[in-house]
Structures are given as structure tokens and as C-alpha cells.
Nanobody
Framework: EVQLVESGGGLVQPGGSLRLSCVAS????????MSWVRQAPGKGLEWVSR???????DYTESVKGRFTISRDDAKNTGYLQMNSLQPEDTAVYYC???????????RGQGTQVTVSS
């Protein structure tokens, strides 16, 4: 069974940082691309970043230069380092090995990130 468990969210002031983690199990993580998506209140899922099995990375325009995606295949874990956080980054963040073609399933239960003063 595929499992993805996110952690690391919380409340942070504008300009602050958080690092999200995603622990994977039930599949060969090292052979999988992984993405982070987010859902802001009242909005749909938004793709944020992707890292391929070869560690090539992509980012949505609004987070470029602020967020960094990475992976540690030895630990079956993916990360999202988020710096210079802004209120518009407030959302539930999910890690997923799915794509927009299947509604970003499977994905984890999500971790809440709230950016507020």
C-alpha cells in the first residue's frame, strides 16, 4: 500500500521559513517522481514543485527562488524548504506521486502551513 506522510507545517510570520518532509512507503521511492501540491482555503489544488527520480526540479513561478525541493532516497523522504514565506503561501501542502491527470493521487493527508503576523 502506498503511503505518504507529510510533516513540518505550522504557523509562521511573513518572511519566515519552514521545511516540510514527506516519508514514503509501499513503493520504490527512488524510482518515482515526487511533487508538492497545495490547496489554499476555498481554492483547488495547485502544483508547487516537482523532483524527478534523477533529481531534476521544477517550480511554479510564484515560488521560484524561495522554495527548494529535494529528496533523500536512502530515507525514502522528500523535502520542501520554504523561505521568505508570504500570506499567499497559506495552504494545506500535500506530497504526491500522482499527476494532474489523476487528481494528484496518491497523496498524503497534508500538512497545514499558515503564514500570518
Amino acid at each position: 500500500e502506498v503511503q505518504l506522510v507529510e510533516s513540518g507545517g505550522g504557523l509562521v510570520q511573513p518572511g519566515g521559513s519552514l521545511r516540510l518532509s514527506c516519508v514514503a512507503s509501499g513503493f520504490t521511492f527512488s524510482l518515482s517522481d515526487m511533487s508538492w501540491v497545495r490547496q489554499a482555503p476555498g481554492k483547488g489544488l495547485e502544483w508547487v514543485s516537482r523532483i524527478t527520480e534523477n533529481s531534476r526540479t521544477d517550480y511554479t513561478e510564484s515560488v521560484k527562488g524561495r522554495f527548494t525541493i529535494s529528496r533523500d532516497d536512502a530515507k525514502n523522504t522528500g523535502y520542501l524548504q520554504m523561505n521568505s514565506l508570504q500570506p499567499e503561501d497559506t495552504a494545506v501542502y500535500y506530497c504526491t506521486i500522482g499527476s494532474h491527470l489523476n487528481g494528484w493521487y496518491p497523496r498524503g493527508q497534508g500538512t497545514q502551513v499558515t503564514v500570518s503576523s
